[in-house]
């Protein structure tokens, strides 16, 4: 059972504009919570990352928000560039656990 | 970035041969993980490792064994490959269990 859903294989986004990813988990024992970003034929690359005594944590264009009343996080990316266009993965974890559990990914496309 | 390389890069093999994926590490991380990326299923553990000789199982493990007689290097070895195996396999790393992982650029196999 996916613990971790990513419920949109694909977005497809107009440069300069928001990209919002969405991501949503079951394990209420999940309390780290990581971003990453994947271009066809190389390995994922971390992004970002937000544990659950915080709700947002911002990297330059990037912002993830964690709402744990939801069992909810997003993925904000602003400005949007055409760079940006890759396959992205959220993954959980417990602070007890050894292991990551990842989404299905979201395909996104910034359209130049 | 830690320095990660995984052997062969690309494989094909006929189904019921044997078959070992290599991963190499140069950062000393005591925690590494083989993945498989499939359409629609994201990244799912196969098998984890928290130190040399320790390793344990992940959610999709079946015909597969894992080793790691030193830190550096964790083999994944598919006993009798099939076509349910034909897959792009990660390895990743960590310092520590639940942190950002490091991924190394993927081996694609395709069991004919």
């Known amino acids: 059972d996916q613990q971790v859903k990513q419920n949109s294989p694909s977005l497809r986004v107009q440069e300069g504009r928001i990209s919002i990813l969405n991501c949503d988990y079951t394990?209420?024992?999940?309390?780290?919570f990581l971003w990453y970003k994947k271009y066809p034929a190389e390995g994922p690359t971390f992004l970002i990352s937000?544990?659950?005594?915080?709700d947002k944590n911002e990297d330059g264009r990037f912002t993830v928000f964690l709402n744990k009343s939801a069992k909810h996080l997003s993925l904000h990316i602003v400005p949007s560039q055409p760079g940006d266009s890759a396959v992205y993965f959220c993954?959980?974890?417990?602070?007890?656990?050894?292991?990551?559990?990842f989404g299905t990914g979201t395909s996104l496309t910034v359209i130049p | 970035d830690a320095g990660i390389t995984q052997s062969p890069r690309h494989k094909v093999t006929e189904t019921g041969t044997p078959v070992t994926l290599r991963c190499h590490q140069t950062?000393?991380?005591?925690?590494m993980y083989w993945y498989r990326q499939d359409p629609g299923h994201g990244l799912r553990l196969i098998h984890y490792?928290?130190?040399?000789?320790?390793?344990d199982k992940g959610e999709v493990s079946d015909g597969y064994s894992v080793s790691r007689s030193k830190t550096e290097d964790f083999l994944l070895t598919l006993e009798s490959a099939t076509s349910s195996q034909t897959s792009v396999y990660f390895c990743?790393?960590?310092?520590?269990?639940?942190?950002?992982?490091?991924f190394g650029q993927g081996t694609r196999l395709t069991v004919v």
């Open positions: 993954a959980a974890s417990a602070n007890t656990g050894n292991q990551f559990y």
């Open positions: 394990n209420s024992m999940f309390d780290y």
């Open positions: 490792s928290y130190g040399v000789k320790d390793t």
């Open positions: 950062e000393n991380h005591r925690y």
């Open positions: 937000i544990s659950s005594i915080k």
């Open positions: 990743a790393t960590t310092a520590r269990g639940n942190t950002e992982a490091f």
